[in-house]
């Protein structure tokens, strides 16, 4: 199905066309509905939920661009892209682009900062974001 606002992503390298695989679309799924689920264990501390959480969304985020025909050249894009592959609102994808600029500096710098307001909009955001994926594949 064709995305003028994708296809634009295309034409300026960040993304790629790809066909899509079920197999692969359906492994991101099942990894990013697995990891959503166990970044709720609050018995884990906030910095591994966090990184449960992030990935998860990552997965799912993926795994609608991929289900598309798209694959992207940075990781941060399958977050952009929310609002043309789920038709997810801007302040739902704002949420998880401002985790993946946490999750850069955490990864990159060292220095950890989640706090529970973080944790728990990115969790409610990424079971959104799996309800629409879950859709968009059921759909098509």
Do not use: C
Request: charged share 25%.
């Amino acid at each position: 199905m064709p995305n003028r606002q994708l296809d634009n992503l295309v034409a300026t390298g960040a993304l790629k066309v790809e066909a899509p695989s079920a197999p692969e679309v359906e492994g991101l799924i099942r990894s990013g509905e697995a990891r959503l689920h166990d970044a709720g264990n609050e018995t884990l501390s906030i910095e591994s939920r966090f990184d449960l959480a992030y990935n998860a969304a990552h997965a799912l985020s993926l795994a609608a661009l991929r289900w598309l025909g798209y694959r992207p050249d940075k990781r941060y894009i399958v977050f952009q892209a929310l609002a043309h592959t789920l038709t997810l609102p801007a302040a739902q994808w704002r949420v998880l682009e401002s985790a993946h600029r946490l999750r850069n500096t955490v990864e990159y710098e060292g220095l950890v900062n989640v706090d529970k307001e973080l944790l728990d909009a990115v969790m409610r955001v990424t079971h959104e974001v799996a309800a629409r994926v879950r859709a968009l594949v059921a759909h098509q």
